[in-house]
């Protein structure tokens, strides 16, 4: 018999707080994230029908050399469209996470965490 922990039981714990730390901060981390994912324009073309901040610029590369509008996605941050579409993706996050706890639980008592960890991929 052997006190403490062996080797495989430390890399084990390692890797547990490991991936704890970079797959569970959605949630806590989600109010910086939002804004983020808002300059960096995700789900900015649900914003066209609203009134967005349009810029002009000259399109030199066609020949009947006319000013084109181009969208400016990081001054418009108050569409509502985008934000509800941000909403339900923390939503779908969340809930898929607190529904897969509980088989992921019962599986970790039934066959261990190793092997659960293994299936997981």
Known sequence: MSSG????DWIFLLTS???TLMFCGFQ????????VLVEEGIYS???????????????STNSSSHVQPIRN????NNCIAQQEM????????????SLAA??????M?????????IISG
């Open 5 to 8: 922990f062996e080797f495989g």
């Open 17 to 19: 707080m490991f991936e």
């Open 28 to 35: 806590t981390g989600w109010s910086s994230l939002v804004y």
């Open 45 to 59: 073309h649900l914003c066209i029908d609203e009134n967005p901040v349009i810029s002009l610029q000259w399109n």
């Open 73 to 76: 996605a990081t001054e418009n």
């Open 86 to 97: 941000l909403n339900l993706a923390y939503t779908l996050a969340t809930s898929v996470s």
């Open 102 to 107: 509980f088989p992921i639980g019962v599986a």
């Open 109 to 117: 008592d039934c066959i261990g965490p190793r092997f659960t960890r």
